[in-house]
């Protein structure tokens, strides 16, 4: 088993002008950051083209969304909730990078309105599965989210933090042992 710290790419989901995605993923970040075993890598998919044409690769411009996503060991997935279910702007981007998801943990920070986001996550879950990733159970979620942070960024409600030291820690089970298990043996879809 490899002891080097696991790649983890925490994922701004939406692209809409005004989001609140930023705040959230910083937050997570930081935490993510004094867990000890994580490197972390914040990925904004507004600062990255995704296309909507239809084909067979992913457009040239994403090379570096590809090369980052493939050298991540797991994800998070910070996510608001749109019409009961996640951005499309994801779902472009999960769809391009079918390899790059296989044999991965994946967990969500989901936030929004009354339901805080976990209609998106529950919307996700199958969506992860169907390109061979592994989604932990423990998320964490912010309902009416506008309120729960200070002006620093930092969340209000220490339940924030404990929630996603559990997720985090699931999150870093999986890592490993994934890690170990595609250095070992191929894994076959």
Not at 113 to 133: C, D, K, N
């Amino acid at each position: 088993m490899s002891a080097a710290p696991l790649q983890l790419a925490v994922i701004v989901a939406s692209t809409r002008e005004g989001r609140f995605g930023p705040t959230v993923a910083q937050w997570l970040a930081g935490r993510a950051s004094t867990h000890g075993d994580l490197t972390i890598d914040l990925i904004d998919l507004a600062a990255h083209p995704v296309s909507t044409v239809l084909g067979t690769t992913p457009d040239p411009a994403m090379a570096d969304l590809t090369a980052r996503l493939a050298a991540a060991d797991a994800f998070v997935v910070v996510t608001p909730e749109y019409n009961h279910s996640y951005p499309a702007a994801l779902k472009a981007v999960i769809d391009w990078h079918y390899d790059q998801w296989q044999a991965k943990p994946v967990g969500f920070v989901s936030y929004g309105g009354l339901s805080g986001g976990t209609r998106a996550v529950e919307h996700l879950r199958p969506v992860f599965a169907e390109v061979h990733a592994t989604t932990v159970r423990h998320t964490v979620s912010f309902h009416n989210c506008w309120d729960k942070f200070d002006a620093d960024g930092a969340a209000l409600d220490p339940m924030a933090d404990a929630a996603a030291k559990t997720m985090l820690d699931q999150l870093s089970w999986w890592g490993h042992a994934l890690r170990t298990a595609r250095e070992t043996t191929p894994y076959t879809r």
